[in-house]
């Protein structure tokens, strides 16, 4: 069935097209009588603006956009996003606005959907998330000006707004603790080593590890439970394996877990294992995983109204710090054996 127009609205009200135009853009020029019987009819033909007419007219498109270069596979299983996209929607929705969301392939094709949908019309705005080492997105979301919002930080993320947590201090936090435990050897599996989160904690492992005199090394990975596992694998495998994992993701300490398990590793009786990421996984788990705990979903929602702030008024564009995640000590960690 064809897409009804103005002019198919116009004949069966038994008006003008510019009658129909004043009608449903609520503009004055047509009396109450006729607003309500072209609205009417509207309605019941199903009738829905066009996108790019909409856009044209300077309306907006009632849509923010999201694109995610990451594996599809990871980040369905990562519960971290699925709350943050829950929360997302629902900050949206009190707005009437909706989350168009796309997976691409790489940091290329995100550009380019950047390009296209903004040409398009087609969202009033973008949430850009795992900020890069010299990221080549910043100026491309500067130079179309488009509102736009960045989930982290700090700086390195040129003029665009933020909302963003001290991920340094967090894992300062979890060095500290294993340190206060007696551990001496700690191993990070960390995530993407292009994303600036990635790199800074790192840093905040390599810098505490000096500071307190451990021995301390971190193996990048894609985040998936699968090189969660391998590294983890290795690591338990040397002849002088660390006593503490860190991992950048809660389903990457799972599958460590199964891996200690498979090999023979107590935990937290032999290593102990702490999530940079807490979720209902890490609750129910066996043993339950120390974690840094956030609420994700309202990490969600705050992003959302921070974004349509921004749609309405450029001018209040600006930096939000959120309170930094507070480890939560759980079964998987303990002190290690020669200092029981």
């Known amino acids: ?21 004043f009608a449903l853009n609520g503009r004055p020029g047509v009396s109450e009588t006729t607003r309500a019987r072209i609205l009417q009819v509207a309605e019941e033909m199903n009738w829905r603006p066009h996108s790019a007419a909409r856009a044209l007219g300077g309306a907006r498109a009632g849509a923010v956009g999201l694109v995610l ?18 929360g997302l929607q ?14 691409v392939e790489d940091t290329a094709a995100e550009i380019e959907v950047y390009r296209r949908w903004t040409s398009e019309h087609r969202v009033d705005g973008f949430v850009l998330v795992d900020l890069q080492v010299r990221d080549p997105r910043i100026p491309v979301l500067e130079e179309l000006g488009v509102p736009a919002l960045v989930i982290g930080g700090p700086g390195r993320h040129g003029a665009l707004p933020s909302v963003w947590a001290d991920d340094r201090e967090a894992m300062v936090s979890i060095v500290d603790y294993l340190a206060a435990l007696g551990h001496r050897h700690i191993a990070h599996l960390a995530g993407l080593p292009a994303f600036q989160h990635t790199q800074r904690r790192i840093r905040a492992v390599r810098d505490s590890a000096r500071r307190l005199g451990l021995t301390a090394v971190s193996l990048p990975t894609d985040f998936s439970d699968a090189e969660g596992a391998a590294a983890t694998r290795a690591l338990l495998a040397r002849p002088e394996r660390p006593t503490a994992i860190i991992y950048d993701s809660d389903v990457m300490a799972v599958a460590g877990l199964g891996v200690a398990a498979e090999m ?18 890490a609750r129910i788990v066996h043993p339950s995983l120390t974690a840094l705990s956030r ?11 921070a974004l349509l702030a921004v749609v309405d008024d450029p001018a209040a564009a600006g930096d939000t710090k959120n309170p930094t995640p507070r480890l939560t000590v759980r079964e998987s960690t303990a002190p290690p054996p020669l200092t029981r």
């Open 295 to 305: 609420d994700t979903f309202a990490l969600g929602e705050q992003v959302a109204r």
């Open 264 to 281: 023979g590793v107590a935990v937290p009786g032999e290593l102990s294992v702490v999530s940079f990421d807490d979720s209902a996984l």
């Open 90 to 103: 629902a900050g949206l929705s009190v707005r009437g606005t909706a989350l168009q969301l796309l997976v």
């Open 1 to 21: 069935m064809a897409r009804p127009t103005i002019a198919d609205i116009a004949r069966q009200a038994g008006v003008s097209k510019g009658a129909v135009s």
């Open 69 to 86: 270069a990451r594996p599809a596979r990871t980040i369905g299983l990562e519960p971290f996003f699925s709350q943050l996209l829950s």
